[in-house]
């Protein structure tokens, strides 16, 4: 088990690292990491389905982006190889699984990362609605026009293949 020391400076990590994507929009006090994971957490354990492992997906959502405390917060923008990106990913879960005393940790970045399970792809489809979600949230709260969540909105439409998520998706969209 990890020393609370040693818990208390990735969660403070966490918490202070910004999305880098609401940082080039330019988002006034964007939402950090430790932010979106519990807003995808709280997702996820609205809206998953019966037949799926709950406490696997909660514990995906967690941790799906703890690696960025070391490697930091990738867009699709940022220019990186995929591959390039997994890597350093990789490395930094392996550095995190030994500070934190936390195998499973290991198990479950890389379940995620590979997308083989139905745990793993409702996560990270909503991971792609959390994004559109909180676009639409800087759009009615900040003076971007929409545009923020058409921009989003667009993106995650062409990445998400789960039929709920997608239909949460679209429901929002009616809301606009």
Known sequence: MATIKKFMKISGQ???????GWVYHKIENPESDAAHSWSLSLLVQLYAPA?????KCL?????HD??????????PGSGIAPEKKHEL?????????????????AELFAEFEEQKTPEAVFVRNMDKLDAVIQARYYDETQTYGGRLFEEFY?????????PQVLSLLR?????A
Do not use: W
Request: aromatic residues 6%; charged residues 35%.
């Open 51 to 55: 037949e799926l492992d709950l406490c």
């Open 154 to 162: 667009n993106y995650a439409e062409e990445k998400i293949t789960h």
């Open 14 to 20: 966490m918490k202070n690292l910004q999305r880098s």
């Open 89 to 105: 990913e990789t490395d930094a879960m392996r550095r995190l699984v030994k500070e934190l005393d936390y195998p499973e940790l």
């Open 171 to 175: 429901e929002l969209k009616k809301q």
């Open 59 to 63: 514990k995906m959502a967690n941790i």
């Open 66 to 75: 703890l690696a960025e405390i070391y490697v930091g917060d990738f867009t």
